[in-house]
């Protein structure tokens, strides 16, 4: 990855706005800052959520709170706990989010 163009800053996540996303079952609170072409999210799922599609888009994300169900679209299936990450690339292999317990995300992309 190859960060260009911004400048040193903070965010302070608490006066950052939420937007509510629907999962197939619960929903995600995502705030969310935009640095050029860079998506940086702290995501909240409700317990129960199961995502509605299948991303292909490449994240760096990490566990904060709670437990991150992530199966892959060839059958794989990971669970992150708090301090665990995963990262995959844009279009490397489909996967698709679920939590029973909810989860606390930060997320770049």
Avoid: N
């Avoid at 994240?59 to 995963?86: A, Q």
């Amino acid at each position: 990855m190859q960060i260009t163009g911004i400048p040193f800053g903070t965010t302070d996540w608490a006066s950052v706005e939420k937007t509510d996303h629907k999962g197939e079952t619960g929903s995600a609170t995502w705030q969310t800052r935009q640095f050029g072409d860079i998506r940086v999210r702290m995501v909240e799922y409700t317990p129960g959520y199961l995502a509605d599609h299948w991303c292909v888009k490449g994240h760096i994300l990490l566990c904060l709170e709670g437990e991150l169900t992530t199966e892959l679209e060839d059958g794989r299936v990971f669970v992150l706990k708090p301090g665990m990450s995963y990262q995959v690339a844009d279009k490397a292999e489909p996967h698709r989010s679920s939590t029973a317990v909810g989860a606390k995300l930060f997320i770049v992309d």
